[in-house]
């Protein structure tokens, strides 16, 4: 019996079937909604015009056709697969004839670039901030403690609302809607990138953040009254060391833990994030697409995010040892 | 201070226009195609024959300059085209480019996105060029209005140039960005993520059909921009920043926090009621009259409108700044002067008599614009020189709540000690009321509805939905009462196009969709007088005075009916910011409407003057 | 290998138990007991001792005769019956009366938040020992004084309002409460200073010989085990490689194994030090996957056939022992010679 | 362990034990009081044009007239929103609907999270597996899509209670792995083999012994629970897919924001509401950190008065 | 061992006994935990009125029963005050090279220097000290550094040389701690403490639950290294058997209170207090199967402790006097030769007979002065 018999396969069956599952759910649910296709997009197309019911009637027919919805849903379901391991996604009905798979990979790495940003510096910031709290408790501690509980609860689309009147309103230093000039990785291009992305990138930080810091406090807070830590001090280590090597990095395993499961969270705060401040990213394109009744959008999109945590969280659990030494996989 | 466009064109030369969405589809101007989506582009780009303008209701020149002739039996149409217009790349346009746009259409499906490729196989025989300029379409029985196809108000069958589509294999997935446009502007950059869209005017202005109404050679900003910041707060914000000149619409509040940030902001009227009154729609309360019995009683439905008080829904709910219209006919100039203040219209409705329980009853109020002037006059507004119904409409439905309750009283709805009203079979007369908050009239028409009933002792629950959820349900038939728009007659005055789909052949039970049968409503109203009617305008002209008057008997039996309770027209605060960018279309200067996203949104844009960066 | 079921309490037959654990990116089986046998009579009650240092896999035999484990090979007979193989019902209705367990830590034995008198009360009720509120309170009183304490002093208490002694001899009385055959220890006493330790040992004493209930006591004090045991096996890395009558094995320990825990036991007598030098294990998993002997590596008596064969179990000197110096079949020149180099005595 | 008789000692105790707790309680007191005091509210849930629209806080409002048609004047505490209603007897019908929803989710979502975590925990093998992987394969589903979705599909039916039934619904499997973890552990724990060998069932073992274990754990997985609850709500009824017309925290904020109330100014109808949410989740936080510290045996034991002997 | 052994075994003892001077000096210390728990004060006296005074180059055994406060003398001898454990009164001095030092008023600066350099702590729990997720040789050298200079690997260099020495393999130094039995944490936990050449090493219980073969391999190391740079060694322990193997001295400690120091031999020979008696009577014996009891009823609890003696209410021997007053730690007169520490007693009703190795007293027939 080797490991991988024992552990990884079974755990790369899991992902397999965690993903099978969740994209069957994500075929059925948009197919439930009442809101449907093809009258979208008649809606769309017949807009202001009085239209001969002969023509409406043969407008739905090549709407159908051209979607791909003829047949009965278990048929739609088996040819959904063989588009897909085929690598294609489909048309999209809100954006006929756009493919999918060209959509998403426009608005993915707008999404990829701000959510690693954000996740990652939250991540760090969030613990570092958190653990110094955790460790020097008192007062000034208590106060930025206050500020983070307070912040926590508050929506995502207040605090992006309230940066975007105060940073495009009344002081108007940034861009209300993604600006993006030049070509990709030009000094143009990455100044106005930076620029556009910052309000977005703060306020995912500042919600992200305030977790993180409830979070790391708390672990590092039940860490301090550990007995490693304890001899440590005694012992007279210094006190950088002990915050870094003995209570930080003590955290790690459930923060970890949480950084992979927590892309799922995030996903949610982008979608309104980026509609609030016109940023062209995945989120935008998703809530677009769920009105719409744009079933392979939201397909795709939700794929996308379904294998992005499921890898994530194979990735931790395959990486625990790393994390922590002690433990064993069962 | 950076500035927040995305294109680097000097200002001077450049108008920013509000983006009405998000274009999902990139870098594809085939609009004949499936991938179609006009808004904006069809005013810069395309050129149908003729526009239709919904202010005046005015024909106005495009591709042709002088209205189609008929043959006398509807059969025969003859289209003469200007000489004077040429293709971007210099090709002079003319009878070919006809023909060949209506045979391809004809014989390509794919290419119908307007609906064209079924109305040409339904009644077209053949098209011939006579000349270089003027062509002749054979008709397989009469049809009046045959030339509506290529007729914009919003879109029409948009000229294709034959030279370079001969060329071209595949049509259908031919993305057209390179020309030639026989439109003032060429596409020149557009974002990839859809946000916005960059055009530049022709190098030969004098050739195009805009420049030549406006009698300019060199009319028209050099450049334009269509860009979508977002919600209303976001549009006034770029307003104020000046990065944007000319938005689509906001909501009352915003737009007044605009006019006190930014005192080159502008929308149709210079002072109150400011917005642009006069998009041929309105707004109204829809029944159902397949799923809920109660609303199949005309006395009711008559109770329900007599209970409600216009004057205050009007000015409490709508801010005073939309025309009242008491059936869904805008109240445009043009309209209401075919219309409401037609003399056989207008006589008929001052001495219209309802039954109210045995007694005759006159509901009609023809003070209500008149109040509504005062109203502003309180509130300390300026208001037009123009007189009080020009600005605020047709009269309306008395607030008698007395004879309202008669009405129901009268059909077995009892009241209790708290006056609330119960159905004749003992439960609480209750209903609910549907509407989308993002279609911001109809959602305050819905509101001050609500209110009002429950004032008047119903129980109304309001429904604020999600727009795609609002317009999923009402194409099942999943609503009681709901509040749309809709216009039942088009900006000339014609009714058929709009009426004919009430009629009862395109009945569908719910909850199938309406439109099964391709007409239909999503009120399932089914009326033979109505189909009468409908029958008899068909072979009409839509500028046969018989048509008119079978139209306006139309509207009658419909008001008598109260099958829908009409209550305002559309506005939009259209709003231009005359801060690099003057002369747009307004109250004072109303040759042309000013929804420059409409096809004819050309002449808008092409009126344009620079007051310099 | 085949003990006497029948007239046994608990008879373990070549019990064995493997663990495979994944640490990191490699993998270890683990044989924790590796072919186990013993027997508890039945004529007469007896406390039985496993022994041994710590990690030799008493307590995962523990585990195993309670059931709380499952064997991977081998047999296991309670009053002749075959007990690995019940089923609920059989377990609930009849084992678990029979046989029940001690733990190690008293408070760790009950839960923190919970009334410690619950654990007794549940215990009679749900075995339908009695079943008036007046024969349960009863008999829960008749245990408690069989340990020396009484309901009114323990009634309304939590676990941590008790001293040490006292949970643990509540965990005895719990035990008792279904009058069990069999009571199953581990390490009772390893957490309790020397003076808890022997009132809890005393105890043992004079349930075996008042209530004839037999216990199976593990431990790694040896002196406990001494004072109250009769028998005793001494485990080894999973093996039992010595077994035999307390005094015997104890008293003139044969295999080296059980020699040097004999030594290791700090008598507290300033006059009596610690004798030869102290061997200590390594990583514990090194000495399971050893072939041959376990002990091999640390034998002072090592030869060269202890490190690539497994000894057999010898009767010898009124006992049993797991060790190649005891032999028959290994040349008997060797086997002085290997003892003389351990210093060891024969 | 709370039983009903000592819950006012203990939350006395408490309240002298731990100023998180203090803090917590007065604030949660504060805020049940303002969704009490909506049963007292002089004007109906849904009803609008109750008052002059957007006055600011303060402001002297005319609020109806007396039996002799007099107008009657009285000031608004928070002033009144776009459509005529007072906002601080709004906010009151806000936290109360909120509550219920927030309230009904996080007892679903617990429910099932804790009876599923502990039954997989207990029962091992092949009940877990399976149940473990249909646990994974939700919790990879983006949930505030899917909760778009399905608001959707509901046609903005949804009620009250509705939404709060649905938000428990998709809340579960994310504690229920946390609560499986908790007794995978307590499962090795000697008193749980104590508990088996004094004859209980699998389900008395989880039920009486395990259950008392989770509860600090509960409590913070409850406050999450609330703020996850509440923030889809929010989200949901920002987006329009809510009841709009029904006050929670979330449609206040909708209709402040609809009426542009940050571009107006008229930041008096947004704050309440936020300041509610704010409340709502910092107190329960507090409250958990205070109960949880409360619990913690290292704590107990001093507090009970016992050495460790 | 044989008589020669033990003689010579006591004539070191002596030797030490006579050149030291003293390390540690404590004086009416008083180390109470005050609790704040519902706003209520709680006072655990967990050591009250204690002086004793430890010499240099000895092995000082703190011995008696789980609760009466071996602990927290350690840490307050430590200068570890950390709340809610509070100096109540007393002082404990240091003495090394260079004139006396406060223990109980270290500064952080005084704590650097003095720390792991001069004085050093084995806690109770050692096995669990040590980081889990940090390899040995990270933790050597984070707790080199943190008192004096040196670079990683001048410190792992030195982390291997002297567990080398110590007999522990290298490969150790690679592990984590839970690669490690719970009898070599111990040690390595040990080697951290001593790495530097403490002075004074404190060490809490370092063998409980450890098997006998792991503890006597711990036991054997300390005592190496005691010896190697003859420091000072505090051993803790409540096992009787590790006492008498290991420690020159020996105090009992009672509820908070010392009652009985004496060398270890006196201690073991002639215990005159009866909870001395009581404790190393019960304990079991290879080779004796014969019944011994535990020590009748429970420790006191110490936030409530019994006026008077506090070991009353379980001694056989108590009289009103014993109820009354608290009887004072004095030297017993005519024991030892003079030259050593005196062996000092606390109780009324000492007991002066020879425990005979192997002769069991039943509690019964503990003599009774009333
Ligand atoms: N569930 C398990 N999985 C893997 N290994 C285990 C498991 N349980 C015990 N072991 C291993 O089996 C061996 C024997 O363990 P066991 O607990 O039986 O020893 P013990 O003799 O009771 O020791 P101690 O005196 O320390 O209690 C040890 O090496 C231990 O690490
Ligand atoms: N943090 C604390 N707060 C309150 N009381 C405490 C605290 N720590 C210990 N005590 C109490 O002080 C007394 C002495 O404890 P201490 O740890 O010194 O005992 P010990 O002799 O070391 O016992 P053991 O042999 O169990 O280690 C005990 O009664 C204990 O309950
Ligand atoms: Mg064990
Ligand atoms: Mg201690």
Not at chain 2, 114 to 139: N, P, Y
Not at chain 2, 263 to 285: G, V
Not at chain 2, 331 to 357: F, G, S
Not at chain 5, 299 to 309: I, Y
Request: net charge negative; charged share 20%.
């Amino acid at each position: 019996m080797t490991l991988l018999q024992q552990f990884i396969l079974p755990r790369l069956l899991q992902w397999v079937i965690v993903i099978v599952v969740g994209i069957t759910i994500t075929f059925l649910i948009p197919r439930l909604s009442p809101v449907n296709p093809i009258q979208q997009a008649l809606a769309r197309l017949t807009q202001f015009q009085a239209l001969e019911p002969e023509a409406v009637l043969q407008l739905k027919e090549q709407l159908m056709a051209n979607y791909g919805l003829e047949g009965s849903i278990v048929e739609q379901y088996f040819r959904f697969w063989g588009n897909l391991l085929g690598g294609d996604l489909g048309p999209s009905f809100g954006a006929f004839p756009q493919r999918v798979n060209d959509m998403i990979g426009r608005a993915l790495p707008f999404t990829v670039a701000l959510l690693t940003f954000t996740t990652i510096m939250g991540w760090i910031i969030g613990i570092i901030v958190g653990t110094l709290a955790a460790y020097y408790p008192g007062r000034l501690t208590n106060l930025v403690a206050g500020v983070m509980i307070v912040v926590y609860p508050v929506p995502y689309f207040i605090i992006a609302f309230i940066f975007l009147m105060v940073f495009t309103y009344y002081i108007p230093f940034f861009p209300l809607i993604g600006v993006f000039r030049g070509e990709p990785f030009e000094a143009e291009f990455i100044a106005t990138y930076l620029h556009s992305t910052f309000l977005p990138a703060v306020t995912l930080l500042i919600t992200g953040l305030s977790f993180r810091f409830i979070m790391a406090r708390a672990l590092g807070t039940a860490e301090l009254s550990s007995d490693h830590v304890q001899y440590a001090t005694m012992a007279g280590l210094p006190d950088n060391r002990l915050m870094y090597s003995y209570v930080a990095r003590n955290t790690m395993l459930p923060q970890v833990t949480d950084l992979g499961l927590s892309m799922g969270a995030i996903f949610s705060g982008t979608l309104i994030t980026e509609a609030v401040f016109g940023y062209p990213g995945l989120g935008d394109l998703l809530l677009q697409a769920i009105y719409q009744a744009d079933y392979n959008v939201v397909m795709g999109i939700t794929l996308l995010s379904i294998v992005g945590i499921a890898t994530a969280s194979l990735i931790v659990d395959l990486s625990y040892p790393l994390v922590d030494p002690r433990v064993r996989y069962r | 201070q950076p500035s927040g466009l995305p294109v680097d064109v000097p200002r001077e030369e450049l108008f920013v226009m509000d983006q009405i969405f998000r274009w999902s589809v990139i870098d594809n101007y085939n609009v004949w195609g499936p991938a179609s989506g006009t808004p904006h582009r069809h005013a810069l780009m395309f050129e149908t024959l003729w526009y239709l303008d919904q202010e005046t209701g005015n024909i106005m020149s495009g591709a042709s300059n002088e209205p189609p002739v008929y043959n006398d039996d509807y059969t025969q149409m003859t289209v003469t085209l200007v000489d004077s217009l040429k293709w971007s790349d210099g090709e002079a346009f003319n009878a070919d480019d006809l023909v060949y746009t209506v045979e391809t259409v004809w014989n390509t499906p794919e290419l119908s996105f307007g609906g064209w490729h079924a109305q040409f196989a339904d009644f077209l025989e053949s098209v011939e060029k006579v000349d270089d300029h003027t062509v002749t379409f054979t008709l397989n029985r009469p049809a009046p209005r045959f030339h509506k196809n290529f007729e914009a108000r919003w879109a029409g069958l948009y000229m294709m140039p034959e030279h370079a589509f001969s060329q071209i294999e595949d049509l259908v997935n031919y993305t057209y960005q390179d020309g030639p446009y026989l439109g003032l502007y060429a596409p020149v950059e557009m974002d990839p993520n859809g946000f916005w869209n960059l055009f530049k005017k022709r190098d030969d202005p004098q050739n195009t059909a805009v420049c030549q109404y406006h009698m300019n050679e060199d009319c028209g900003p050099g450049y334009v921009l269509t860009i979508l910041y977002g919600d209303s707060t976001k549009k006034v914000i770029a307003m104020t920043r000046g990065e944007l000149d000319a938005f689509m619409n906001v909501d009352f509040e915003a737009f007044e926090s605009l006019l006190a940030s930014t005192p080159t902001a502008k929308s149709w009227y210079p002072e109150f009621p400011w917005a642009y009154p006069n998009e041929t729609s309105s707004r109204l309360i829809r029944f159902n009259f397949d799923t809920h019995e109660w609303t199949n009683n005309k006395d009711v439905r008559w109770a329900l409108a007599l209970s409600l008080d216009i004057v205050q829904l009007q000015t409490e709910y709508i801010g005073g700044v939309a025309k009242v219209v008491y059936v869904n006919v805008p109240y445009t100039p043009k309209l209401a002067e075919l219309y409401y203040n037609h003399p056989r219209m207008q006589e008929w409705v001052e001495n219209l008599e309802i039954d109210v329980a045995g007694e005759p009853y006159k509901p009609y109020d023809g003070t209500v614009a008149d109040r509504i002037g005062e109203w502003a006059d309180e509130q300390g507004y300026a208001q037009p020189a123009e007189t009080a119904a020009a600005s605020y409409g047709s009269g309306w439905w008395k607030y008698d709540t007395d004879t309202a309750a008669k009405l129901l009283e009268h059909n077995g709805y009892t009241r209790d000690g708290n006056g609330d009203w119960f159905t004749p079979e003992g439960e609480r007369f209750s209903f609910s009321i549907q509407a989308a908050p993002d279609e911001v009239d109809s959602f305050r028409v819905a509101n001050a509805a609500a209110d009002m009933w429950n004032d008047f002792g119903i129980d109304v629950e309001l429904q604020g939905l999600e727009r795609s959820v609002w317009s999923a349900n009402f194409e099942t038939g999943q609503f009681e009462t709901d509040a749309p728009w809709l216009s039942f007659v088009l900006p000339d005055g014609d009714g058929w196009p709009q009426m004919r789909s009430y009629h009862s052949k395109y009945y569908v039970p719910a909850p199938e969709l309406h439109n099964a049968l391709g007409g239909g409503t999503p009120a399932r109203l089914v009326d033979p007088v109505l189909d009468e009617l409908i029958d008899a305008m068909e072979s009409l002209h839509p500028q046969d005075p018989q048509n008119l008057e079978l139209v306006h008997q139309y509207l009658q039996h419909w008001v008598e009916n109260m099958y829908y309770i009409s209550t305002v027209s559309f506005k939009k605060f259209v709003t231009w910011n005359e801060l690099y960018w003057t002369n747009p279309p307004s109250a004072e200067n109303d040759v042309y409407m000013p929804l420059y996203w409409f096809q004819g949104g050309r002449f808008s844009i092409g009126g344009l003057e620079s007051l310099g960066g | 290998m085949q003990t006497d079921r029948e007239h046994s309490l608990l008879s373990v037959e070549s019990l064995q138990r493997v663990f495979v654990t994944r640490e990191g990116f490699t993998t270890t089986r683990l044989e924790a007991v590796a072919g186990a046998s013993f027997a508890i009579r039945n004529d007469q009650p007896e406390i039985y001792t496993l022994a041994g240092e710590s990690g030799s896999g008493k307590t995962t035999l523990a585990r195993l005769v309670l059931g709380l484990e499952h064997a991977t090979s081998g047999n296991m007979y309670y009053k002749g019956r075959d007990v690995l193989h019940l089923t609920n019902k059989e377990r609930r209705d009849w084992f678990l009366k029979e046989v029940q367990p001690i733990f190690q830590d008293p408070f760790a034995t009950f839960s923190p938040l919970k009334r410690i008198d619950s654990y007794l009360y549940e215990t009679t009720r749900n075995y339908k020992m009695a079943t008036t509120r007046e024969g349960i309170d009863a008999h829960v009183d008749e245990a408690l004084h069989a340990v020396g304490l009484s309901l009114a002093e323990i009634r309304g208490r939590y676990p941590n309002e008790l001293s040490g002694g006292q949970a643990q001899r509540v965990s005895v009385a719990r035990a008792l409460l279904t009058r069990p055959s069999l009571l199953v220890a581990d390490e009772p006493v390893s957490m309790l200073d020397a003076s808890l330790r022997m009132s809890i040992v005393n105890l043992f004493r004079s349930l075996r010989d008042d209530y004839k209930v037999s216990v199976l006591y593990i431990t790694h004090d040896l002196t406990t085990a001494y004072y109250a045991a009769d028998r005793i096996a001494i485990m080894l890395r999973g093996w039992v490689v010595e077994s035999g009558p307390v005094e015997k094995v104890l008293g003139e320990p044969l295999h080296p194994y059980t020699q040097n825990l004999k030594n290791a036991i700090p008598e507290a007598d300033p006059e009596k030090t610690w004798e030869g030098d102290a061997s200590l294990a390594v990583m514990d998993t090194e000495e399971y996957t050893r072939t041959g002997c376990r002990y091999a590596g640390r034998c002072p008596a090592v030869m060269d056939i202890c490190k690539t064969t497994v000894p057999r179990d010898i009767e010898v000197q009124g006992r049993s022992v797991k060790c190649f110096l005891y032999d028959e079949e290994v040349p008997e020149a060797e086997r002085m010679q290997a003892m003389a180099n351990g210093g060891l005595v024969a | 362990m709370f039983g009903i008789v000592g819950l006012f000692t203990n939350i006395r105790d408490l309240m002298k034990f731990s100023g998180a707790f203090r803090w917590g309680f007065i604030v949660l007191v504060f805020v049940f009081l303002m969704a009490g005091l909506s049963w007292f509210s002089p004007y109906e849930e849904d009803h609008r044009r109750d008052t002059p629209r957007g006055k600011p806080p303060l402001t002297e409002i005319s609020i109806g007239r007396d039996d002799d048609g007099e107008r009657i004047y009285a000031r608004t505490l928070l002033g009144t929103t776009s459509q005529g209603q007072d906002v601080f007897w709004q906010l009151t019908f806000a936290v109360r609907n909120t509550f219920l929803i927030a309230g009904t989710a996080v007892f679903i979502g617990r429910s099932i999270a804790i009876l599923l975590g502990m039954l997989t925990g207990y029962m091992g093998g092949v009940f877990d597996r399976v149940l473990s992987t249909i646990i994974d394969s939700l919790i990879v589903l983006p949930r505030l899509p899917l909760l778009i979705l399905i608001a959707a599909i509901l046609r903005g039916d949804i009620t009250t209670l509705g939404l709060g039934v649905l938000l428990g619904i998709m809340d579960w499997a994310h504690p229920s792995k946390r609560y499986r973890a908790q007794v995978l552990s307590l499962r090795e724990r000697e008193f749980t083999h104590t508990a088996v060998f004094s004859g209980m069932n699998p389900v008395k073992v989880v039920v009486r012994e395990h259950m008392p274990f989770l509860v600090p754990f509960l409590l913070a997985d409850v406050v999450s629970g609330f703020l996850w609850a509440i923030g889809m709500e929010v989200t949901l009824a920002y987006l329009g897919l809510g009841q709009i017309s029904v006050p929670t925290i979330g449609s206040l904020l909708y209709w402040g924001n609809y009426y542009n109330a940050l571009l107006l100014n008229q930041t008096w109808v947004l704050i309440p509401a936020i300041a509610a949410a704010v409340f709502t989740v910092a107190g329960f936080y507090m409250l958990s950190q205070g109960i949880t510290h409360y619990l913690d045996p290292r704590t107990r034991l001093t507090r009970l008065g016992v050495s460790d002997s | 061992m044989s008589p020669e052994a033990a003689a010579s075994a006591g004539m070191e003892q002596a030797r030490v006994n006579e050149e030291a001077r003293n390390v540690v000096e404590a004086e009416g210390l008083k180390a109470w935990y005050i609790t704040q728990a519902y706003g209520v004060e709680r006072t655990v006296k967990a050591v009250d009125d204690l002086t004793l005074s430890i010499r240099e180059g000895e092995i000082y055994g703190i011995a008696g029963e789980s609760g009466c406060g071996k602990s927290t003398l350690l840490k307050a001898l430590l200068g570890e005050i950390v709340s809610p454990l509070t100096i109540v009164g007393g002082k404990v001095e240091y003495e090394f090279d260079a004139g006396k030092i406060d223990a109980l008023k270290q500064t952080a600066e005084d704590r650097e220097a003095i720390r792991w350099r001069r004085v050093s702590y084995i806690p109770q729990g050692s096995m669990h000290v040590l980081n889990p997720v940090r390899r040995i040789r990270d933790t050597f050298h984070d707790f080199i550094a943190a008192h004096q200079e040196t670079t990683r690997e001048k410190s792992i260099e030195m982390a291997r040389s002297y567990l080398q020495e110590l007999g522990l393999r290298e490969g150790v130094l690679g592990n984590y701690p839970h690669q490690l039995s719970g009898g070599m944490r111990q040690r390595v936990t040990i080697a951290l403490a001593t790495i530097l050449t403490p002075r004074l090493i404190f060490a809490d219980e370092p063998t409980t639950a450890l098997d006998v073969v792991v503890q006597r391999g711990v036991i054997e190391l300390l005592k190496e290294v005691q010896q190697r740079e003859n420091s000072t060694l505090v051993l803790v322990t409540h096992d009787m058997g590790v006492h008498a193997n290991l420690t020159n001295r020996v105090a009992v400690l009672y509820a908070g209170n010392l009652v009985e120091e004496a060398d270890t031999s006196t201690i073991f020979r002639r215990p005159r207090h009866p909870y001395t008696r009581y404790l190393i009577e019960s304990l079991p014996r290879m080779g004796d199967r014969s019944e011994r009891v535990g020590i009748p009823g429970r420790p006191p609890a110490l936030d409530n402790p019994p006026d008077g003696c506090r070991f009353h209410p379980r001694c056989p021997l108590a009289t009103d006097i014993c109820r009354q007053e608290v009887p004072p730690l004095l030297p017993v007169e005519g024991i030892g030769n003079g030259t050593g520490p005196p062996h000092r007693v606390a109780c009324f009703h000492q007991v002066d007979a020879p425990l005979e190795a192997g002769e069991i007293e039943h509690a019964t027939e503990m003599p009774h002065a009333d």
